[in-house]
């Protein structure tokens, strides 16, 4: 790793940049890209014009930043791990880390939050807690949230936890004040409503091995158990207790259905 002086003035100049030898940029976008002095460069860093990198910014080996993102460390370290890969117009402000080889993709806002590796992400994410191998869908919401391993999440996320493994990808989705177990699949359009017009969010709770059906509507405060399988276009007012089938009725019913561990459900 190496500590650098401010080196690369921002938006033409006519003094010749002094660029080490582990920073490769493409022809002409010498006079394009502003690194700042708390920059710290790990070996074979790519930075793309029209970047800045301002403040307390650590770049693993291999990083490769396309062009056109602003890495803003005033506030905090921006800790990028080595091999991950930033597609333009993202905005990184700090504290902030990003693990190894993942992949930030375009429009990308992601603040004051912390990621682990192989993650892929878009949308817009503000203080959260992510694990492992997150893929994220365009129209991506999440925000003081924390999200397990192995999640798949397109929605919106507000102040809620989501499991290893959870997926909620739909982007007309949403879940505040909500906590989700391992392994459950929420499907297009299931709101949680935890909002009565008052100064108190109210909370939800989702089990582990959880289907959760389409344009279901659960009304906070409300607790559903393990095991848990619903039929689309139901109002949830009352607790479902574990191994439950929701009938479209409302009706609770023995659920014959069983979780194969993935996010899917077959018949018993």
Known sequence: MCSLKP?????????????????????GAENDIYLSDGVVLGEDVSIG???????????????KIIGNCVIDGT??????????KIE??????????????SEIRAKCSFRKSECGSGCVLIGEIEECTIGNNLRTR???????????????????VRKSNLGDSTKVVHQNSYLGNTTVGKRTNIASGVITLNYKGDVKKEETEIGDDCFIGAGNLLVAPIQIGDRITTAAGITHRKDVPSDTFVHPSGE?????MTPTGDGYWVSA
């Open 7 to 27: 080196l690369l003035s921002f938006l033409h100049t006519s003094e010749q940049p002094t660029v080490p030898a582990s920073l490769s940029y493409p022809a």
């Open 49 to 63: 014009p029209f970047t800045q990198l301002i403040g307390s910014v650590h770049l693993g080996a291999g990083v």
């Open 75 to 84: 506030e905090g370290l921006v800790t990028i791990g080595a091999g991950t």
């Open 88 to 101: 333009p117009h993202t905005l990184i402000v700090g504290p902030a880390i990003i693990g190894a080889n």
């Open 138 to 156: 365009p129209g991506c919401v999440m925000f003081q949230s924390i999200i397990g391993n192995g999640c798949k999440v397109g929605a919106e």
């Open 252 to 256: 609770h019913r023995p659920n014959k």
